[in-house]
C-alpha cells in the first residue's frame, strides 16, 4: 500500500496547535507545509558584503534564523550560518565524540574553534567575522545556499567550482546513487 507524501511527513511534525473538542493534537497538510516554509532554508541568494563584513538575509530566511545565530567554518572553503537549534544540535553531536579520538579533535576544532556567535537584527542584517570572511574567500559577493537546517555562504568563484561538478549529469547518477534518493 502506498501512503500519500503528506500523511508521512505530517505525522512526523509535531503539530504546533490543539484542535477539537477533546483537545488533541492534529496538524493540517497546508499548516505543516506552511510550517516547513518558515523553518527551512532552501534557495539561492546572490548577496552583497559591504565593507564592514554586513550583509542583509533574505526576509523568507529571518523567522527561521531567530535573533541569535551561529557562523563557522565549512568543510569546503565555505561558511555555515546556522541558527541556535542548528548549532545546538551539531555541538550536541560533537561534544559527543571521544576526546581520545584525534579525528574527533579535529572536528571540534574547525566546527567549534571557528565558530562566532553573531545577533540578527530586526531587518536581518548580520555581521560576519573578518577572519572567516577571509577563510572562505568572501569579498563583495556572496553566494547563499539553502541547505534545510543550514545556510551555506560561499565565495562567487568557489561557488562556480561547486556548479561545475554538480552540472555532471553522469557523474552525480553514480555518486548520489549511494544515498536511496527516493519519493516513496
Known amino acids: ?25 492534529r496538524l493540517s497538510r497546508e499548516k505543516w507545509f506552511t510550517k516547513m516554509r ?3 532554508f532552501f534557495g539561492k541568494y546572490t548577496l552583497l558584503l559591504s565593507e564592514e563584513s ?10 527561521a534564523m531567530g535573533h541569535v545565530a551561529y557562523v563557522t567554518q ?12 542548528a ?5 550536541s553531536h560533537v561534544q559527543a565524540t571521544s576526546i581520545s579520538d584525534p579525528l574527533a579533535r579535529l572536528l571540534s576544532r ?12 530586526g531587518s536581518g542584517k548580520i555581521e560576519l567575522p573578518f ?15 539553502g541547505q534545510g537546517e543550514y545556510l551555506e555562504l560561499w565565495s562567487p568563484a568557489l561557488w562556480h567550482k561547486q556548479m561545475e ?20
Request: some cysteine; aromatic content about 12%.
Open 165 to 184: 561538478s554538480l552540472n555532471d549529469d553522469d557523474a552525480n547518477a553514480q555518486r548520489f546513487e549511494k544515498f536511496h534518493v527516493s519519493i516513496a
Open 87 to 91: 548549532f545546538t544540535a551539531i555541538y
Open 131 to 145: 577572519r572567516l570572511c577571509e577563510y572562505a574567500g568572501l569579498i563583495k559577493e556572496i553566494i547563499l545556499v
Open 110 to 121: 574547525l566546527f567549534l574553534g571557528g565558530a562566532a556567535e553573531i545577533t540578527v537584527n
Open 54 to 63: 554586513q550583509l542583509i538575509l533574505p526576509s523568507n530566511y529571518r523567522e
Open 38 to 40: 518558515k523553518t527551512m
Open 74 to 85: 565549512g568543510f569546503d572553503r565555505n561558511l555555515f550560518l546556522l541558527s541556535e537549534k
Open 1 to 25: 500500500m502506498v501512503v500519500p507524501f503528506w500523511k508521512v511527513a505530517a505525522s512526523k511534525c509535531p503539530p504546533p496547535f490543539p484542535i477539537g473538542i477533546t483537545g488533541g493534537w
